[in-house]
């Protein structure tokens, strides 16, 4: 609303809602999210292949990295938790996988854990078949297509998987 409002109203069914709300009550319909961002993405997209070589001809890579890590830890100062993992192909073909974290301590369970994360990781890498444009490389009907989408409304999702084989029950809670 104009005038600086901490309320909006739902494109949907014109119901006058608080700013905060991710779904109208009244129609129950979720507000579009983000325009803004996603304008961001498309510009992006659209000058990808020149920002890309000039940061390969002036060396700035790595100041990417340098700009990944502070945004972690800027993350971890307003309470998230974040984790940040990467994956590059190296010139003789192998994956080199690094997991990027805010300055932290973690438990001995915890370090378990995020070498495990780490080696999921390298597995996912070797199979990575899409460039970064979302557009397919290889298309193999048996791949299973995963897309992965931003949780914006701050709720765990539980991850669909398929039923366990087995016909026992399994100690995975299948």
Not at 44 to 69: C, M, P, Q, T
Not at 116 to 142: H, M
Request: proline letters at 5%; charged letters at 30%.
């Amino acid at each position: 609303m104009p005038g600086g409002s901490t309320k909006k109203t739902c494109p949907f069914c014109q119901n006058i809602l608080f700013c905060a709300q991710k779904i109208c009550a009244h129609c129950l319909k979720e507000q579009p999210k983000r325009l803004r961002f996603e304008k961001k993405l498309k510009r992006f997209d659209e000058k990808r292949g020149g920002w890309v070589s000039g940061r390969k001809k002036n060396h700035n890579i790595a100041s990417i990295k340098d700009e990944a890590i502070v945004l972690l830890e800027k993350l971890h100062a307003i309470g998230f938790k974040p984790v940040l993992l990467l994956g590059k192909e190296t010139r003789k073909k192998d994956v080199k996988c690094e997991i990027l974290t805010p300055r932290c301590t973690l438990t001995a369970y915890a370090q378990d854990y995020h070498d495990k994360i780490g080696t999921f990781y390298e597995y996912l890498c070797e199979g990575w078949t899409q460039d970064s444009t979302g557009q397919r490389v290889a298309e193999n009907p048996e791949e299973e297509r995963v897309t992965l989408n931003q949780n914006t409304t701050g709720r765990r999702q539980r991850p669909q998987r398929a039923r366990c084989q087995r016909q026992a029950p399994c100690r995975w809670r299948c």
